[in-house]
């Protein structure tokens, strides 16, 4: 049976969640989504340090399925290009909150983003550190503008790892999610 | 030379590059989708403010957020600015952190350790 993203959905905002989105995204839904966050968050009373924390996460995470969601056609919603990505924020549990999020991606993809995510989960605090600003003062800049430093930042300012799954979709996609504590 | 002036928008900064006083001053979210787009012309106007630096360049950077692609843009208006310095110009980068901000404080020590120009952590109280 085909992946199905709203029951997808569904079952990932069962948690308690502060924010959680399925549409599509946007500059205007981004920017739209960020208001939405910081407002909730000072409601929360959230301190400075996590509330950037989670601000900054949720900017990078936005902004990686702005720019690295492929579009496949949908056979489960009459044949329409699936453009919906998934973001979800969850209330702070044990003083940490976690973003998720979810979209689809070409299969040819996957082993690459595998072995950046399984590489900086291996790194140490520092290697993780040094391996940013040796990118950062890399000149090449990917044509998407992140210069793949996106992941390495997620790493990098939650010292926390990337847990991930892949889930098949058809014979060319995989929807692909990404969870990350803060 | 023509000074910048741009006023800030939900995603980018509040940006003034005085080419008479040699203040250039970033200050806000720098958070925008495509920051090459934005951050281009400041960097063309830094090549071109190499040509005729004032004595004293002073660089303020008071940045709430900045996302990785703009990271990559600051680092090439600082190594503009680099260039500046290394012609035997004086320039300093004040590189402003709100107290408490320990991600904003790291991000300057990473430019400050890529990067041979003076530079100032700056801690701002809330």
Redesign the interface.
Known sequence: MSFDLSKWYNKHTEEKTLFSYLGEVT?ET??NI??KIEVLLSEEGE???LF??V??IS??TL?NL??HSDLPVSQNNGSVIEKNVVFILSEKISNRYHITTGNFIKRSNIRVLKERIDQLNFLSKDEV?IL??LI??NEE?SEK???G??MI?LVK?TGNNLSYNFYNFDEEYIFFSLRIAI | MESIKIERTRKTPDVVFNAETGKIQIEGKSIPENSIEFYKPLVDWLDEYSNNPVENTEVNIKLEYFNTSSSKCILDVFKKLENIYKEDNNVIINWYYEEDDEDMLEAGEDYQSILKIPFKMIEMEE
């Open positions: 500059e981004i920017s960020l208001d301190d400075t340090k950037k924390r601000y900054y900017v990078e902004q702005f720019h550190r940013y600003k950062l003062n800049f503008g992140g210069g430093l996106g930042d300012r």
